[in-house]
């Protein structure tokens, strides 16, 4: 059973969409990745008010043990990391300094950094196996409900840069690149510099910048 994160529980996924999805899910006899008291660990961490940054990605790492509910983070323990998060710490050093000691990024979302990605849910072994099931629906509505202060947009692949256009007049910052997959982190994430420019971009905004480094 899926709970709706309490300060997100009012926007119409949650009533209209996420009924069809768990049925889905329960229908499926295969195993599900995150585990279901983790599939909205990133909305129930960062309730909208304390919003500041949004890493958009695609979806759940559909590795067993890697994928708790956080884009892109994975548990302290998990070894080696993820390529993706390698890519990730690889352009964060070059960019701003030293990674963090592991890939546990939940010390991000603690300044505020959303870390969500455009489908929730994924197979063991199906990356983008569960674009259909209607997940989609949720992120523009989560964007919407964002929309009433400025705030930085880090919108890495096609599927989190497909939502760029609704980010469109609201005095945000909005920075798109490829995934840092190993499939396309070379086509234009690697150079790009996002965590010196969201800090740069919070500073301008009179805001303390995000740690990235040292949990």
Do not use: C
């Not at 609704?166 to 945000?172: I, N, Q, W, Y």
Request: charge should be negative.
């Amino acid at each position: 059973m899926l709970t709706p994160p309490p300060a997100w529980s009012d926007l119409p996924f949650f009533r209209e969409t996420l009924p069809d999805i768990q049925t889905a899910l329960a229908d499926d006899t295969g195993l599900v990745l995150p585990p279901p008291e983790q599939v909205f660990a990133a909305l129930e961490r960062n309730a909208p008010e304390d919003v500041r940054v949004v890493i958009l990605g695609q979806d759940p790492y559909p590795t067993p043990g890697h994928a708790h509910g956080l884009a892109f983070s994975v548990d302290p323990h998990v070894a080696p990391l993820p390529r993706s998060l390698i890519n990730i710490f690889k352009e964060l050093s070059e960019d701003i300094g030293p990674a963090p000691p592991n890939g546990d990024l939940r010390f991000w979302a603690d300044q505020g950094v959303l870390l969500l990605n455009d489908v929730l849910t994924v197979p063991v072994g199906a990356a983008r196996g569960h674009r259909r099931l209607g997940w989609q629906t949720l992120v523009p509505q989560v964007l919407d409900r964002l929309a009433d202060a400025p705030r930085a947009f880090v919108l890495w692949g096609n599927d989190a840069r497909a939502h760029s256009p609704r980010l469109d007049g609201h005095g945000h910052l909005v920075l798109e690149s490829a995934h840092p997959s190993p499939l396309s982190a070379r086509r234009g994430f690697f150079g790009s510099r996002p965590f010196s420019k969201v800090n740069a971009w919070l500073k301008e905004q009179g805001q303390p910048p995000i740690n990235w480094t040292t949990p």
